[in-house]
């Protein structure tokens, strides 16, 4: 509301009680002490306070309006002209090798006369040298192909990737990842078991106990022996519902 309604509201002489409903409505807070002069002082001083801040702001045309402005081109680049290449295991059998260059190593691999390789090597518990690798697998790419999937050979391994060609029957590598490794392909079990004392607060270390257990005779299954293909399981399971 704005000052020219409440002061015409205040001269109809109102009775607190419609003066505290008023106040309220208005959002303005009152003590339970206010006397009626009190409250019809309060509400004057929000007319004013309201008049000055409604004469401070300015109303803009529709023009003015700021609008949304259109969607920005947000599509990743292809690259992004610097160099780095890096190894990522997706389980213990497979690595993802990514990389980027920048414009002057690109040329310069794309004008000689060798072809490009990416390699993936196995450095194990070596301090690796470029040469002294376990094994390697790699592959011919493009220079602009980006990434590369290796199957490795063995889980629990560390592995290293290269970008690079041949000369002379001699590997040079350009580009070199940091060390990546394997995850393994089965639970690592330890001698020492370390046991944890929630009442105490206290925890001790003893040698693992790695005994024998032997479990009962099991159930024969009413399926396959072996392991069955999809269409032996599907026909089991059809022939158990069924009853027949």
């Not at 690109?106 to 090597?121: I, T, Y």
């Not at 040079?172 to 001698?191: E, W």
Request: avoid cysteine.
């Amino acid at each position: 509301m704005n000052n020219e309604e409440i002061q015409s509201f205040l001269s109809n002489d109102p009775t607190i009680q419609d003066l505290r409903r008023y106040a309220k409505m208005m959002g303005i807070n009152l003590k339970r002490t206010m006397r009626k002069k009190d409250i019809a002082r309060a509400l004057k001083k929000f007319a004013q306070k309201n008049n000055q801040y409604s004469s401070s702001v300015t109303v803009k045309s529709p023009s003015e309006i700021l609008r949304p402005s259109k969607p920005v081109d947000a599509r990743i680049p292809s690259s992004y002209s610097r160099d780095f290449v890096s190894i990522h295991p997706i389980n213990p059998y497979w690595v993802y090798v990514m990389w980027d260059l920048s414009e002057w190593t690109a040329r310069n691999l794309e004008n000689s006369s060798s072809k490009v390789l990416v390699r993936v090597s196995d450095i194990t518990n070596i301090i690796y040298d470029g040469k002294n690798a376990h094994r390697f697998r790699e592959a011919e790419i493009s220079v602009d192909a980006g990434n590369w999937y290796f199957q490795v050979d063995f889980p629990d391994a560390d592995y290293i990737a290269e970008i690079g060609y041949y000369i002379d029957g001699h590997f040079k590598s350009v580009l070199k990842s940091r060390i990546a490794r394997t995850p393994r392909n089965s639970p690592k079990f330890t001698d020492h078991e370390i046991w944890v004392d929630l009442k105490k607060g206290s925890r001790r270390e003893e040698k693992a106990s790695h005994e024998k257990f032997t479990f009962g005779k099991q159930a024969k299954s009413s399926g396959p022996s072996d392991n069955p293909s999809s269409d032996e399981f599907i026909k089991t399971i059809s022939k158990s519902k069924s009853g027949r």
